[in-house]
């Protein structure tokens, strides 16, 4: 649906938070009779009768069946799980359903290149944008990084980083689609692994120029191939153009034969960010431009680590804290333990407790394990009865101040300690910033 199609239509927004704020935004500017919706008066529903007042009034937990009878468009915002009551109403009443990602992705397809993957999805748009701005090219960077994509301002090349939530709404595909990794995470909202990645994989669903794919991921690339057969996707990985190789002995990114940047010069960390970045390389290569190798390497050398991503924590100790409180899955915790090589390594997880399976991170750590494992709330103590089996010496805390305590006293000399959670934060924090924060907070207080 493109947003001139909305002119003049009675439209419901549901959900108030930034993606809703920037629909009205826009449809505002086409119509004159919208509504909101929230399922609860808190802060952002507070925020958006500061901001319209009554031109847009907000519906606290409408009855569905008077708000399918009024509405002749809906705009979902992301965050809102299809299975809501609300948009089962909507759907199962025929209401036309879209969302401002499809509306913009709809006028700008054609320019844009969008990532999405279970992890490695930030990382990966940031580089992208990145290495075209540092190459002579120009790009606008957002999506679920950064602003909302109905308030992205114009540019030559469009880097969006895509949630599920956001790409299973896509009615268009990008003209360049990059797949980093996938693995099951947010169940709730989607109802089931098979339905995550379908609604993941939505993203490539309508025709896209160029797929560009981790081809060092056996899921994603048997689930690509059985969602969408029609797809030949350009891989990426060690066996591929693309890929991390060894080169004179240490591992390097590689064009064919060619050496870029050795994976040590990265700021970093991990193998798998190196294959992010060599997704990157590619999704810039695709868009036409010719990579010169050295202004390559140059712009891979001078990328930072976003925040809550793998990020080293300064501290005068001879230990190294690092904060990945973004991973809310054990796949995260995994792919960031693999990026340390010694096991002098202290590793902080838990956080909800949404049922999750943890007995692959258990099997990761039996091959592969480290110093201790400190337990937080809520999943914590569930986690550690997972590991029993690897003989793992664990403790469960109370709190983050009693685990980077006790973590100080257990790391070994010039070990690591690692927050890599494997759980959402919410219960305890209101998001993973938030998380990090209080991290951040306990190692300045016990320094």
Not at 39 to 48: E, H, I, V
Not at 162 to 176: E, G, H, K, N, R
Not at 278 to 307: H, N, Q, Y
């Amino acid at each position: 649906m493109r947003l001139s199609e909305l002119a003049g239509r009675r439209i419901l927004i549901v959900g108030t938070g930034r993606e809703g704020a920037a629909a009205a935004r826009v449809v505002s500017r086409i119509s004159d009779t919208i509504r909101a919706t929230d399922d609860r008066d808190g802060d952002s529903a507070a925020a958006w009768r500061a901001a319209w007042g009554e031109r847009i009034p907000v519906l606290i937990a409408p009855d569905p069946a008077e708000a399918s009878a009024w509405a002749e468009v809906v705009v979902k915002s992301p965050g809102v799980s299809p299975l809501h009551p609300l948009v089962a109403r909507l759907l199962a009443d025929g209401i036309p359903l879209t969302s401002g990602t499809d509306l913009w992705m709809t006028d700008h397809s054609h320019r844009t290149t969008a990532v999405t993957g279970s992890k490695g999805k930030s990382t990966t748009a940031s580089l992208i944008a990145h290495l075209t701005t540092a190459l002579g090219g120009d790009a606008a960077l957002g999506g679920n990084i950064g602003l909302p994509l109905l308030d992205l301002p114009e540019a030559h090349r469009l880097v969006v980083e895509l949630s599920s939530y956001q790409a299973q709404s896509l009615t268009v595909s990008p003209d360049i689609a990059v797949l980093t990794s996938l693995f099951p995470e947010h169940l709730d909202w989607h109802g089931g692994v098979e339905e995550y990645y379908r609604d993941k994989l939505n993203l490539v669903a309508h025709s896209p120029r160029v797929v560009i794919a981790n081809g060092e991921d056996e899921r994603l690339l048997d689930t690509l191939a059985a969602l969408h057969p029609q797809l030949t996707p350009e891989l990426v990985g060690a066996a591929h153009r693309w890929g991390v190789r060894e080169h004179d002995g240490e591992e390097w990114i590689m064009r064919a034969a060619e050496p870029v940047i050795a994976r040590a010069r990265l700021a970093l960390l991990g193998r798998h960010n190196a294959l992010n970045a060599c997704l990157a390389l590619a999704a810039v290569e695709a868009t036409g431009v010719d990579i010169e190798l050295a202004l390559a390497a140059e712009a891979l050398a001078a990328f930072r680590p976003l925040e809550n991503r793998l990020e080293r924590i300064a501290d005068d100790s001879d230990l190294v804290f690092v904060n990945d409180s973004l991973s809310t899955s054990p796949y995260a915790t995994i792919e960031a333990l693999k990026a340390f090589d010694s096991p002098a390594l202290t590793l902080l997880v838990g956080g909800q407790d949404r049922g999750v399976d943890y007995a692959p991170l258990a099997d990761h750590l039996a091959r592969h394990p480290v110093a201790t494992v400190i337990g937080l709330p809520a999943s914590g103590e569930r986690i550690l009865a997972e590991l029993a089996r690897t003989g793992i010496p664990s403790h469960l805390v109370a709190d983050m101040a009693e685990a980077v305590v006790l973590a100080r006293q257990l790391t070994p000399a010039g070990g690591t300690v690692l927050l890599s959670p494997g759980a959402p934060s919410y219960g305890v924090y209101r998001d993973f910033a938030d998380r990090a924060a209080d991290f951040v907070r306990q190692i300045r207080a016990t320094s």
